[in-house]
């Protein structure tokens, strides 16, 4: 696709259910990346993924979180048993070779956990 | 570990005036990257400018220039000759070359440009 595409673009769920956020990175990119922008603070790494290595989870902030990518394209985010500090705009972003020229970024889902 | 720091929470301009956004990090590495990303109300982060930290000229972009200080840690954006557009949150952040593709992001700085 010609950007970064995540549905939903809004969430809204219940405390103690699953959620699932999906992430389409823009074709032939080989990097994608999860950040989490919590109210008020700044972009907040979670994973990792470049082509077929095993993927850098070092982000995530806990075993609640986990995160998979198929066919080293779209990409999903699943939150267990969501928690209300779960609440928060959950961004993908991918890259294509040399990510020093920065990442492209989608417009995020913004979770709200109630 | 890295860390960056954007002490202005928010900031103002008048339409057309220049303004002058703050970030400073902290990191004992010597190769890096330092950018400014730009999310306007769509959310969608837009890269706005990048430097790389062995080059000592200032990048440019249009209406948008950075000073780097590379000794003081500092990475200031100017945006000249603002406009409504700019109206955003500006977000400071910086890549290690040496340990790879994480990018560290300040807090940011919401900017008001105001006609």
């Known amino acids: 696709g010609a950007g970064v595409s995540q549905s939903p673009s809004n969430k809204v769920t219940e405390k103690g259910k699953d959620v699932e956020l999906r992430c389409d990175p823009i074709?032939?990119?080989?990097?994608l990346y999860w950040y989490r922008q919590s109210l008020g603070q700044g972009l907040e790494f979670l994973i990792y993924?470049?082509?077929?290595?095993?993927?850098?989870k070092s982000g995530l902030p806990s075993d609640r979180f986990s995160a998979e990518r198929t066919g080293g394209s779209v990409s999903t985010l699943t939150i267990q048993r969501t928690q209300q500090e779960d609440s928060a705009v959950y961004l993908c972003?991918?890259?294509?070779?040399?990510?020093?020229?920065?990442?492209?970024f989608g417009s995020g889902t913004r979770l709200t956990v109630v | 570990a890295q860390t960056v720091t954007q002490s202005q929470p928010e900031m103002s301009v008048q339409e057309a005036e220049t303004v002058t956004l703050s970030c400073t990090y902290d990191?004992?590495?010597?190769?890096?990257?330092l950018f400014w990303y730009k999310q306007p109300p769509s959310r969608q982060m837009i890269l706005v400018i990048r430097?790389?930290?062995?080059?000592?000229q200032n990048a440019t972009e249009n209406r948008f220039s950075v000073n780097f200080q590379k000794a003081a840690k500092s990475f200031s954006l100017k945006i000249s000759d603002s406009q409504l557009g700019d109206t955003a949150m500006y977000f400071c952040?910086?890549?290690?070359?040496?340990?790879?593709?994480?990018?560290?992001f300040g807090t940011g700085t919401s900017l008001t440009v105001i006609p």
């Open positions: 990191t004992s590495e010597n190769n890096y990257y």
């Open positions: 074709s032939g990119h080989t990097a």
């Open positions: 993924f470049q082509g077929n290595s095993a993927p850098d």
């Open positions: 952040a910086f890549m290690n070359l040496r340990t790879g593709n994480q990018f560290y």
């Open positions: 972003a991918s890259s294509f070779g040399r990510v020093s020229y920065g990442y492209t």
């Open positions: 430097q790389e930290a062995y080059k000592q």
